[in-house]
């Protein structure tokens, strides 16, 4: 538990009826009350409803992972409902809400004008109840920014209704459609949705949403519509290398200024390395790349090399675990460490390196001109003397961290 007069933050602890008794006055005046997986009753809704109703400091409130149901979350709204909330933060993910409870929230939505980001992931909404949801988000007095539907059992039905909340909210900057089955027809109708919003959104996750090459022309229109457009993860979805070719012309034209993008197991193949290489090289925002568990090997690695190696490359994190890469790759990217004056972090997790591949890396490492902070190097193995000088490594060069 972490506890000051600000904050009650506790996770996965069963509360006796005396611990609850101890923390209820502390309910009543905690700016952040988080209380995560805590087995928390409807007879515990009740308790909290009393307390938030007399709490104006509140101004975070996550209850995640807690078996509420529809009844105990519409408790705990009704303890919201008062002129004195001024709430910006709501978490409810994994609280048992179904598509009958989003009627009561779509309610409440209207009657908290401070709200910014709300949190409804792992809750089996339905199309149904993402239609209610969305009629109170359309409301005037909602100025929600930030909105996770992550494993919310949504088609692309639930599309059109999203789309229509976002040309509504000027300060829409968030939201998270991940494992959802919205498919290429649900995408589409989104990214139509976000062109025409006047919104300066930040980031966009669909994660595992059944997007092929096809959508990715579609998100391409977005990136090119959307300068502030900052975040964009699509990992899990079968893009293939017809979809990273698009993507990177779209983060090679001007007006894209995407700083981290997430393609993790997205059926890449070497094939597509030239096009990212050329982004490596001549992009001069993106700062984080996670390309894990594609099927790279090493000619694609060597290519990514080629653009990293560039002296205008500014990327700052790579992600290539689990990417087929061996220790032939190693002394292109031992060269690469040397050469490239903005990397800070290389995860080469889950690949068949072994002790000639690392020495390469090691030796790159320890040198003054390699600005490198974070090696990662998870599910490798090597012998006692490589480990041993690993652990040198880090003594000699106590910027630097090896995580294995």
């Not at 994994?94 to 009958?100: D, E």
């Not at 539907?149 to 900057?173: G, I, M, N, Q, T």
């Amino acid at each position: 538990m972490s506890l000051d007069i600000q904050s009650l933050d506790i996770q996965c602890e069963e509360l006796s009826d005396a611990r609850w008794a101890e923390l209820l006055p502390l309910l009543q005046q905690c700016q952040v009350v988080r209380l995560d997986d805590c087995g928390l009753t409807e007879a515990r809704c009740k308790d909290i409803s009393s307390a938030l109703r007399v709490n104006p400091a509140l101004a975070e409130l996550n209850l995640r992972s807690n078996e509420l149901g529809d009844v105990g979350v519409h408790c705990v709204l009704q303890g919201l409902q008062t002129p004195s909330c001024k709430i910006q933060k709501l978490s409810l993910q994994n609280c048992c809400l179904t598509g009958a409870g989003c009627g009561v929230l779509s309610s409440t939505l209207r009657t908290l004008p401070t709200l910014q980001e709300l949190h409804l992931s792992d809750n089996l909404l339905g199309d149904a109840g993402l239609q209610l949801l969305c009629e109170g988000l359309l409301d005037p007095q909602c100025r929600l920014e930030k909105l996770q539907l992550e494993y919310c059992s949504l088609s692309a039905a639930s599309c059109e209704p999203l789309a229509s909340v976002l040309r509504a909210k000027p300060d829409f900057k968030e939201l998270t459609v991940s494992n959802n089955d919205i498919n290429e027809a649900g995408v589409r109708v989104l990214c139509q949705g976000l062109k025409d919003s006047p919104c300066q959104l930040e980031a966009l996750k669909i994660w595992e949403c059944g997007i092929t090459a096809k959508g990715c022309g579609d998100l391409c229109r977005v990136l090119r519509a959307k300068e502030s457009l900052k975040e964009l993860s699509l990992a899990g979805n079968e893009l293939g290398d017809e979809g990273a070719r698009l993507l990177c012309e779209t983060l090679l034209e001007p007006g894209c200024q995407l700083e981290s993008l997430w393609v993790k197991s997205c059926s890449f193949t070497a094939a597509c390395c030239s096009h990212f290489s050329s982004v490596l090289a001549q992009n001069r925002f993106l700062l984080e790349l996670q390309i894990s568990n594609n099927r790279l090997e090493d000619a694609g690695v060597r290519e990514l090399c080629q653009g990293l190696g560039q002296p205008g490359s500014v990327l700052r994190v790579l992600w290539l675990a689990d990417c087929d890469v061996s220790d032939s790759s190693c002394s292109s990217l031992a060269a690469t460490l040397l050469a490239n004056h903005s990397l800070r972090e290389l995860d080469l997790s889950n690949n068949c390196l072994g002790d000639a591949g690392i020495l390469q890396l090691v030796e790159s490492v320890r040198q003054p001109g390699c600005l490198l902070e974070q090696l990662v190097l998870y599910d490798i193995y090597w012998s006692e003397e490589m480990e041993d000088r690993l652990q040198a490594l880090e003594k000699d060069k106590p910027s630097l961290r090896v995580i294995s």
